[in-house]
């Protein structure tokens, strides 16, 4: 591809590569409060402002809550924004989450997976994310820093697009990609800034009547963030739903438009699958675990086992159509979640993609495997059990356990 | 950036409305005749953020608005979080050319819940990093918006909801948090309190607090009749008996110096002016337990706290 641009190649952890990717974004505003193991992105981001590398506002604020608060607020006066945050300080931000999707804020959110207490634990998982996955938010998981890297820069694209206008939030497993250092390819500074552009505002009616940009401008008083009773709130929240449809498209146009340049692509930038076309077994999952299962299924594959792999990278808007059409083939399917959902049917993941299998004719049959709680570390070993335990199921023709934990002392 | 804007009576009446009529707050609602009064101060593009609460929920009923300049509410906590992104934005988007705006002010508001309790930390946060911004606190003494619950900003001795003046509790048993000064300890450039009868001083209280250069903080007396009770007729009378009593002093503080307004300075001048509290807590129904022989005793403790209060800023303001 004679299009793919020249790249730097930078040894690079993935909060690292979050901090690069903004820094080249040109983004105006960053508030952010500080949180294991997202605090190296905040750490990167301010030494970029104190060495003037960027031309961002960065605004330090006494909490999570705050942070985010400020990020809306400044992305609604005309803004691009970018805040970080993981576990308990995305769970502070809860209030705030529905209120910047609700605003229609297309605020960059990154997150570094972490578990929430109790017990305290700093370590990796996706309670946090997923607890917040009904809050109107964009979600992508990434595999690796380069893809952290990419996405982040996607993001503000895909947020800020007018048939979306919705936050957006980049999550990658908290040490498994925020502390470990890759190789990262990144694109020239220029190329970035052309590629996100600067930020457009759609152009709605005012109460004074006229056509205005979607913002607070002096210059078109609007109000927002208002009080909307039974008559209308719904319809707002509609809108939302339908924001959501059309970023399945926009999320898969700006990945195609970034592959063009970067030479990287990841699926169709919603699902990535992996030796799925053939596949009579198969695991589904997030993030960084998807490395692990592919080299699994890479020596399964040598011993004649059809084992394949969906990674799911886009969570929210999950894609149904999708998920239904690469798996629709496919015999046993097991799904892994690193959060779970008390006293329910699996995890969030598992309720979803079963839940997206129910209208085949012919379902996979499909088994829930929770793993990785509070940064448990997830072996290749543990992987190849899991394709042995479809091959059974598949022997079977049925699950008998459809809920079950790995690497867990019972 | 000097006003050129003449402060004169006429002026003020000429000066379009900005927060306007419509809105559907009750019949004498002090708070509403303060925003109105606010916005006479304006001196140029202004954007105004507001916690949840009374204000925010009548003028911005979807999809109407009593707002005549841009205007965003998030949350019921975090005014100051909103006007701090608001300033960082302005900022930034006019260092890069993408705001032809010279300035912008920006101004948040909140009541006593959004400002004493559950907004303390935002607010806190926000002025310590010093964005340039006024924070208007409207003080109705309790959260009216889910039907008169205490705060802290609620005075001794007032019954609330959750502060009901029963058989052997008589109401709220602390004390009103000193806000102001508490604003003041944070060392920004200005603080000052009003009240809307001295609507001329409020009005030139919130001009100077968006002229000055960084964080400032305007408390503001504001009866709420329904939540205390009193005659709708009588909220901007009880704007000035509050002050006359000395249980709503008026002064400024502008870089650390506190110096008493005008309409508390008569009082210090002529102590002989100062009104008994009881005058004040008689004509408002959440006070009227306090005259029965079972809790008298508190209305001395009333006039104790405050007579303590005033003596101290006295001395803050340098005289006595
Ligand atoms: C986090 C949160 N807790 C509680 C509420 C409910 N709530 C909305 S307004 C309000 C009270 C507002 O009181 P105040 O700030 O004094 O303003 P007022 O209504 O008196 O004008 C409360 C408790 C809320 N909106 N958000
Ligand atoms: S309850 Fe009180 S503060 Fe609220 S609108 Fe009515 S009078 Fe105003």
């Known amino acids: 591809m004679k299009s793919i641009v020249e790249q730097k190649t930078l040894a690079l952890n993935g909060d690292e590569a979050v901090a690069y990717a903004v820094k080249q974004s040109d983004v105006d505003v960053v508030a952010a409060y500080p949180i294991t193991p997202q605090t190296i992105i905040v750490e990167r981001f301010s030494e970029y402002v104190a060495n003037g590398e960027v031309e961002t506002a960065f605004v330090c604020t006494e909490s999570e809550h705050s942070a985010l608060t400020a990020c809306l607020a400044a992305s609604l006066t005309g803004a691009r924004t970018f805040t970080a945050s993981a576990s308990a300080g995305l769970a502070l931000m809860h209030e705030m ?23 305290i634990n700093i370590h990796g998982d996706q309670s946090d994310t997923m607890a917040q996955r009904d809050s109107g938010w964009i ?7 380069q893809e952290v890297y990419d996405s982040v820069i996607q993001a503000f694209r895909i947020a800020e697009h007018p048939d979306v206008l919705l936050p957006a939030m980049v999550c990658l497993d908290g040490f498994q990609l925020s502390h470990s ?6 694109l020239p500074d220029e190329v970035v800034k052309k590629f996100v552009g600067v930020r457009k505002f759609p152009l709605v009616l005012t109460h004074e009547g006229r056509m205005a940009p979607l913002k607070l401008d002096p210059e078109n008083p609007m109000t927002m963030g208002p009080l909307a009773f ?7 929240k509609r809108q939302q739903e339908e924001a959501m449809k059309n970023a399945l498209r926009v999320i898969r146009e700006v ?12 699926g169709d930038g919603l699902l990535d699958p992996y030796f799925l076309e053939d596949a009579e077994i198969a695991i589904v999952c997030l993030g960084s675990t998807a490395g692990t299962v592919k080299t699994v299924a890479d ?23 999708g998920i239904k059409r690469a798996l629709k083939h496919v015999r046993a399917v097991a799904v892994m979640d690193k959060s779970m959902s008390f006293g329910g049917f699996g995890g969030a993941v598992f309720h979803e993609v079963r839940h997206a299998l129910y209208d085949l004719d012919e379902k996979p049959l499909a088994v829930n495997y929770i793993y990785g709680l509070g940064g448990r570390d997830t072996s290749p070993m543990q992987i190849r059990m899991i394709y042995k335990d479809l091959q059974e199921i598949l022997a079977k023709n049925r699950v008998e356990t459809p809920v079950k934990y790995v690497g867990l002392r019972e | 950036m000097q006003s050129e804007w003449k402060f004169t009576a006429k002026d003020i009446a000429e000066k379009p409305d900005l927060f306007m009529s419509g809105h559907r707050a009750c019949a004498g609602c002090a708070p509403a005749t303060v925003m109105r009064l606010i916005m006479k101060a304006l001196r140029g593009p202004t954007i105004v953020t507001q916690a949840t609460g009374c204000m925010e929920v009548v003028s911005t009923i979807y999809p109407y608005t009593s707002w005549a300049v841009p205007w965003l509410h998030t949350a019921f906590e975090n005014a100051a979080a909103n006007a701090s992104g608001i300033e960082a934005a302005i900022k930034m988007l006019k260092k890069k050319g993408r705001i032809k705006h010279e300035h912008v002010d920006v101004i948040a508001i909140a009541g ?4 004493y309790d559950i907004g303390i930390q935002a607010l806190s946060g926000a002025v310590e990093r010093g964005h340039d911004f006024l924070f208007v606190l409207y003080d109705n003494e309790a959260y009216m918006n889910t039907g008169i619950q205490r705060s802290g900003g609620t005075p001794l001795g007032a019954s609330t909801t959750t502060s009901p003046a029963g058989e052997v509790i008589p109401g709220k048993l602390e004390p009103k948090k000193p806000i102001a000064d508490i604003m003041a300890a944070h060392e920004i450039p200005y603080v000052a309190t009003a009240s809307p009868y001295y609507w001329r001083d409020l009005i030139t209280k919130v001009r100077k607090g968006l002229e000055v250069e960084g964080p400032a903080f305007l408390h503001v007396f504001s009866p709420c009749p329904r939540g205390w009770r009193s005659d709708p007729a009588k909220s901007i009378e009880l704007s000035r008996l509050a002050v006359e009593t000395c249980v709503f002093p008026l002064w400024e503080c502008v870089n650390g110096e506190y110096q008493l307004s005008a309409p508390s300075k008569v009082i210090a001048m002529a102590p002989q002016k100062k009104k008994p509290v009881r005058e004040y807590l008689a004509v408002q129904g959440r006070f009227r337990h306090l005259f029965t022989p079972k809790y008298e005793k508190l209305l001395d403790e009333i006039q104790r706290i405050t007579d303590q209060r005033w003596q101290k800023l006295l001395k803050k303001c340098g005289i006595a």
């Open chain 1, 255 to 266: 990945h195609d438009e970034y592959a063009k340049i970067s030479g990287r692509s990841y």
């Open chain 1, 97 to 119: 989450l529905f209120v910047t999707s609700g605003c229609r804020a297309p605020v960059v959110m990154a997150i570094a997976n972490r578990a929430l207490s109790a017990p």
């Open chain 2, 112 to 115: 006593d819940g959004g400002t």
């Open chain 1, 139 to 145: 979600q992508i998981y990434a595999e690796n820093a």
């Open chain 1, 299 to 321: 020596d399964l594959r040598t011993e004649g086992i059809k084992a394949g792999l969906l990674r799911i990278r886009t969570f929210r808007p999950l894609p149904v159509d």
């Open chain 1, 181 to 186: 250092v890759e190789n990262v390819n990144v």
């Open chain 1, 230 to 236: 039974p008559n209308y709130y719904f319809e707002f």
